[in-house]
């Protein structure tokens, strides 16, 4: 591979936050009976005529204007055409030519840019599930409102495609523009890699990926694809332009189709749509109302907390998350480095083991918070902590801020009375009598050990500073 260098882009879907669809008033929802939410615009049916939905516009605005696009004035619908069961009109109608941002860009972690292209407003289309008794079409998600972020090929790695889709989610998440949800289709990517020698100019033959909905899975995928190519050539043959899709149970990519060129799509301006022409004004008092961004609030965090950067990082990647730790620590400032590390190691380790979302926490933040305040003062010692925290998030009978109210007080008080402590710190220090002899020798790093053999006799339930000083004063005297 050090002869060879990966050219990547990405192509973003984001499923818009409306009530509605683009050009219809039927609901836009997850699950239901198949073809229930439909009506004879989005069925494509003859005479039904599109009207497009105001909400749809003030969206992919905020998107553009959160990735430093220049929004246009004008832009068109156009007519993109291909015959597939799950597209009943028989074309979709997207911007082709004139789309409504172009020219934006993001900044990376590593201060890396990485261009923006264009972002244009498309429709859905259905769903086709294939089976034993054949193909099945369901419409309900035919019209669903998306816009399309086309990223330029400037990204040359998978850890840059990922840190690029990471920075992008959190932007549209923060705007209210999607809810980011990869595994439920609401963002979904496919990624454009070719490869090239070190130092040549020209692209490589681009290959497409599809069918990628997590960053492990766009990782992963890139990854493969590059090694392929790279293969590929050092065999003596030559990359073949196609669409691939990403398969999760065999590692790999597997080819689909031949990639179609933008002539096969016939696009032409739609008739039945008006050019969407936007006012100064109205856009003026959209640029009035965009919220703290991702990379504003990770420079916050830093500064006015000093706060890590991958801990600031971990926390407004997601947006939900973030607003969560800012309400929790309003009136405790004192407190937000340590909860942050303490919700990205303790706390995510938690819900990971448990399989259980992050929006539980939102309720119970200011529980965490408190919990936090008394591990930090040494009201809860270390084995009292991981003790709470598995009892409460291994309770799915109540909600998470009763299951931690509950474990709490499960959890007792953490003993540092020295006439409890001293009769263990004696006979732990009678039990060792050759460690206590190397320890008065100079080994002082043998205090953490008699500290651990206090611990196991408390079964942790002990305040760690009060052993420690106790055992000074006695292996001191």
């Keep these: 591979m050090s002869a060879f ?48 939905n105001a909400e749809v516009v003030r969206l992919a605005v905020r998107a553009g204007l959160g990735t430093q696009c220049a929004i246009q004035r004008m832009s068109v619908f156009a007519r993109k055409n291909y015959f597939y069961p799950d597209l009943p ?45 054949g193909t099945r079409v369901d419409l309900n998600r035919a019209g669903t409102p998306l816009i399309e972020i086309v990223g330029h090929p400037d990204l040359r790695t998978a850890d840059e495609a990922v840190a690029y889709l990471r920075e992008l989610r959190g932007i549209l998440m923060t705007l209210g523009v999607c809810d980011g949800n990869m595994e439920e289709g609401s963002l979904r990517c496919d990624a454009n890699v070719s490869v090239r020698p070190v130092g040549q100019t020209a692209l490589g033959t681009r290959v497409e990926i599809k069918n990628m909905n997590s960053f492990r899975s766009v990782r992963e995928a890139i990854v493969y694809e590059v090694d392929r190519q790279v293969g590929v050539i050092a065999d003596g043959e030559r990359v073949r332009q196609e669409t691939r899709l990403w398969s999760m149970d065999l590692a790999r990519t597997e080819s689909m189709r031949s990639k179609e060129e933008a002539a096969d799509y016939r696009y032409f301006p739609d008739p039945d749509l008006p050019p969407l022409q936007l006012d100064d004004a109205w856009l003026d008092a959209q640029s009035v109302d965009l919220p703290e961004l ?5 420079i916050r965090y830093q ?11 971990w926390l407004a990647e997601e947006p939900p998350r973030a607003d969560a730790f800012d309400r929790a620590i309003a009136d405790s400032p004192a407190l937000a480095a340590a909860f942050a590390a303490f919700l990205m190691t303790q706390v995510q380790a938690q819900l990971q083991r448990h399989e259980r979302p992050w929006p539980e926490l939102a309720a119970a933040m200011a529980d965490l918070l408190r919990i936090c305040g008394k591990w930090r003062a040494g009201q809860l010692s270390n084995q009292m902590l991981a003790e709470l925290l598995q009892l409460a998030f291994a309770d799915t009978a109540r909600g998470l801020a009763d299951a931690l109210a509950h474990a709490e007080a499960q959890a007792g008080a953490v003993v540092r009375d020295d006439g409890v402590l001293e009769p263990v710190v004696d006979a732990v220090l009678a039990k060792f009598p050759s460690e206590v002899a190397k320890y008065r020798a100079g080994q002082k790093q043998l205090s953490g050990f008699f500290v651990g053999q206090v611990m196991r006799q408390l079964a942790g339930k002990a305040d760690a500073k009060a052993i420690s000083a106790l055992l000074t004063r006695k292996l001191d005297a």
């Excluded at 020219?103 to 923006?116: C, N, P, S, Y």
């Excluded at 991702?294 to 990770?298: M, T, Y």
């Design 303 to 313: 500064q006015e907390f000093s706060l890590e950067t991958r801990t600031s990082n």
């Design 5 to 52: 260098e990966a050219i990547i882009g990405l192509e973003v879907h984001a499923q818009l936050l409306t009530r509605t669809k683009i050009f219809c008033g039927c609901a836009v929802a997850v699950g239901g009976p198949p073809n229930a939410r439909t009506c004879p615009v989005c069925l494509g049916l003859p005479g039904a005529l599109p009207v497009l």
């Design 89 to 133: 009109k028989g074309y979709q109608i997207t911007q082709a030519e004139l789309p409504i941002c172009l020219d934006g860009q993001l900044t990376l972690d590593d201060g890396k840019v990485a261009r923006i292209q264009r972002i244009h407003l498309e429709e859905d289309a259905g769903k086709s599930s294939h089976g034993d008794a």
């Design 294 to 298: 991702p990379a504003a609030r990770k």
